[in-house]
């Protein structure tokens, strides 16, 4: 299912999503901005993997010099141009994270979040190891995933999705242990603190783990000089 995404949950649809999140989710959603937000400085360069309909980038913008979103979906990133089009300094690239052709050092902030890292279905060290080659010396690389402390919150939230036609119907007989499961085969995972500090070892970066809100757990790599 790694075009989900990009093909049957893109654009309107996506946006729908969050339309319908419940008031607790709405809080998860702002507190994980607000956090990036707070990491970001004003002459700073934003790169956003997986910008979808321009939903964080747009609140972003606020925060740095320049923000630059990269999505697979050529109709997420159409409608997130009309949607960023009074957004000054935000820019929008077809473009795979895993692959995404900037030069080594590009960015200041390299951010994904919202578990993009489990949603994006892709190789998991390709991921951060692409997110950190592109991040300049001293620069600040942004993951996250969900709480295991939000699994009911989350698991309402889908189910409203499903029920929305957005996604599958729900498999309650798969579903469980931070795992969703849709029978039209899609599953949505999370990220294990162990995980992420597995995923740094190696890595030229220093890094924390620091759950936010009761809902989000964020890896945080700071690349060194």
């Not at 159409?78 to 949607?83: I, K, L, Q, S, T």
């Not at 000054?88 to 473009?95: E, I, N, P, R, V």
Request: some cysteine; overall charge negative.
């Amino acid at each position: 299912m790694s075009g989900y995404y990009s093909e049957k949950l893109a654009a309107e649809k996506l946006r729908r999503c969050y339309e319908i999140a419940p008031p607790r989710v709405r809080q998860y959603l702002a507190a994980e901005i607000a956090h990036v937000a707070d990491l970001i400085g004003p002459t700073d360069s934003v790169l956003e993997l997986g910008c979808g309909y321009g939903r964080v980038i747009k609140e972003l913008s606020a925060a740095g010099r320049l923000v630059v979103g990269i999505d697979t979906s050529f109709s997420s990133l159409r409608m997130a141009r009309e949607f960023l089009s009074k957004s000054a300094d935000c820019h929008l690239l077809q473009m795979d994270a895993v692959s995404t052709g900037f030069q080594d050092g590009s960015f200041d902030t390299v951010v994904c979040i919202q578990n993009g890292i489990s949603a994006f279905k892709v190789e998991h060290t390709r991921l951060v190891a692409e997110s950190v080659r592109i991040a300049r010396p001293s620069g600040l690389v942004l993951l996250s995933t969900y709480s295991d402390a939000f699994w009911t919150e989350r698991l309402d939230w889908f189910r409203r999705q499903a029920e929305a036609g957005l996604l599958g119907e729900i498999d309650d007989n798969a579903t469980g242990d931070g795992v969703i499961v849709c029978k039209d085969g899609f599953r949505a995972m999370t990220v294990a603190a162990g995980e992420f500090v597995a995923l740094t070892a190696g890595l030229n970066v220093d890094s924390r783990i620091v759950e936010v809100d009761g809902s989000s757990l964020f890896c945080e790599m700071r690349v060194r000089e």
